[in-house]
C-alpha cells in the first residue's frame, strides 16, 4: 500500500517564474486537501477536492494559485508569477469519506525556494 | 473562527520517561475533532491520535494517550516511555464537524528532543 505521494520534492524558481506541483493521494481516497507551511508554523489549509470537485479554497489562495483535481485522482497546484513570499513547504493529504475519525495521510511535501 | 494553542516551542526529555505536551483549543462549535500528528525532518506528517467531543474515554494508542478535558478545552498529548525515534515536531490540530468543513487548523507545534 502506497502512501501519498509528491513531485518535485524541492524546487527553485526565480521569482515571476510560474511552477507545478503534483499530488498522488492513495488510490481509494476520495478527498484531496493542499497545505502551506511556513518555517516555525503549522500547516495552513489552501483547498480541498471531494473527487475532482473543488469544495473549499482558503482565503490564502489568491488569483495567483489554481489548483485541479482533473478525474478525482491526482491532483496538480500551480502558483502564477511567485513571489518570495510564496517560499514555503506545500503539503498534500488524503482521507477517505465516511468513517468516524477521517484521519488526512499526508505526503512528503514539495519545498518552494523562490528568490 | 477555530483556533489552536501550542505554548511549548520546545522540550527535552530524557529517554524513558513520559512527556505531555501542551494544547489548547478555542471554537463555539459543539461536534469537533482533535488530532494530534508527528512531523519528523523527513516532513512527512504522521497521524498519531484522534479525540471526538462527544468521546467519553480519553483516547489511547500505543504509547500514545490523549488527556481530554473539555471544561478546559485542553486536549494534551502524553507519551509513555519516550524514545530516541520520538524526537520530531508535535502539532495539535482540529476539525469543526459540520457540513463542508473538512480542513484542519493546526498549533504552531512543540519541538521534542528525547536526551539518551
Known amino acids: 500500500d502506497t502512501g501519498v505521494s509528491q513531485n518535485p520534492r524541492h524546487k527553485i524558481t526565480k521569482r515571476g517564474q510560474n511552477v507545478t506541483f503534483r499530488c498522488d493521494p492513495i488510490?481509494?481516497?476520495?478527498?484531496l486537501y493542499w497545505y502551506r507551511q511556513t518555517l516555525g508554523q503549522g500547516p495552513e489549509f489552501l483547498t480541498y477536492?471531494?473527487?475532482?470537485?473543488?469544495?473549499?479554497k482558503s482565503r490564502l489562495l489568491s488569483d495567483r494559485f489554481s489548483a485541479e483535481r482533473p478525474k478525482g485522482s491526482f491532483s496538480t497546484l500551480e502558483i502564477q508569477r511567485t513571489e518570495q513570499g510564496d517560499s514555503a513547504m506545500y503539503l498534500c493529504a488524503s482521507s477517505l469519506r465516511g468513517g468516524r475519525v477521517n484521519e488526512q495521510f499526508f505526503g512528503p511535501g514539495t519545498r518552494l525556494t523562490v528568490l | 473562527a477555530q483556533k489552536i494553542t501550542q505554548t511549548q516551542p520546545g522540550m527535552f526529555v530524557q529517554e524513558k520517561e513520559a512527556v505531555t505536551l501542551d494544547c489548547t483549543y478555542d471554537?463555539?462549535?459543539?461536534?469537533?475533532?482533535l488530532f494530534w500528528y508527528k512531523q519528523p525532518s523527513s516532513g512527512e506528517m504522521i497521524f498519531l491520535i484522534y479525540?471526538?467531543?462527544?468521546?467519553?474515554q480519553n483516547a489511547t494508542e500505543g504509547r500514545y494517550s490523549l488527556n481530554f478535558q473539555k471544561a478546559r478545552k485542553s486536549a494534551n498529548l502524553v507519551i509513555s516511555a519516550s524514545q530516541l525515534g520520538d524526537s520530531a515536531m508535535y502539532f495539535c490540530?482540529?476539525?469543526?464537524?459540520?457540513?463542508?468543513?473538512?480542513?484542519?487548523?493546526f498549533g504552531t507545534g512543540t519541538r521534542l528532543t528525547i536526551i539518551p
Open positions: 477536492f471531494q473527487n475532482e470537485a473543488q469544495l473549499e
Open positions: 490540530a482540529m476539525r469543526e464537524i459540520n457540513f463542508g468543513n473538512e480542513k484542519l487548523t
Open positions: 488510490s481509494e481516497h476520495n478527498r
Open positions: 471554537t463555539s462549535d459543539q461536534s469537533y475533532g
Open positions: 479525540q471526538g467531543s462527544y468521546d467519553e
